[in-house]
């Protein structure tokens, strides 16, 4: 067995890199949804945005929802700025730097925040 075959990536990393994923991914389509249902399909160019959707970063796609609040209406300040805080989290497991329980345990409320969000936006629709 080489080294190579050995996995040493810790199981915090491996899951906050897949929730992460998600985030993203479902941040995406809710802003890409929302916005073109409130201003059709040219909403970037309506809003003068000229990054694509699927082209932003997480925290370009966490600065839509205080830009545009109307993207998810109900979000308060404190899961705001709970988004906030994940940009830095994300920098570490995307530069493979070890996080801590508590910033995994993060990750993972914001994730779940996200998916009620989503479902929440889609069951009114």
């Given at each position: 067995?080489?080294?190579?075959?050995?996995?040493?990536v810790?199981?915090?990393?491996?899951?906050?890199?897949?929730?992460?994923?998600?985030?993203?991914?479902?941040?995406?389509?809710?802003?890409?949804?929302?916005?073109?249902?409130?201003?059709g399909?040219?909403?970037?160019?309506?809003?003068?945005?000229?990054?694509?959707?699927?082209?932003?970063?997480?925290?370009e796609?966490?600065?839509?929802?205080?830009?545009?609040?109307?993207?998810?209406?109900?979000?308060?300040?404190?899961?705001?700025?709970?988004?906030?805080?994940?940009?830095?989290?994300?920098?570490?497991?995307?530069?493979?730097?070890?996080?801590?329980?508590?910033?995994?345990?993060?990750?993972?409320?914001?994730?779940?925040?996200?998916?009620?969000?989503?479902?929440?936006?889609?069951?009114?629709?």
């Amino acid at each position: 067995m080489t080294v190579f075959e050995e996995s040493c990536v810790p199981e915090n990393m491996i899951e906050g890199y897949r929730l992460l994923y998600e985030i993203e991914t479902t941040l995406q389509s809710i802003i890409n949804f929302q916005l073109t249902y409130k201003y059709g399909l040219h909403w970037r160019s309506i809003l003068y945005e000229k990054r694509p959707i699927n082209d932003a970063c997480l925290h370009e796609l966490v600065s839509y929802l205080f830009k545009y609040p109307h993207i998810i209406p109900n979000i308060n300040r404190s899961q705001r700025e709970k988004l906030r805080k994940l940009s830095d989290i994300r920098n570490k497991v995307c530069h493979m730097t070890d996080i801590a329980d508590s910033e995994l345990k993060v990750i993972k409320e914001c994730n779940n925040m996200i998916k009620g969000f989503s479902y929440e936006i889609s069951s009114k629709r």
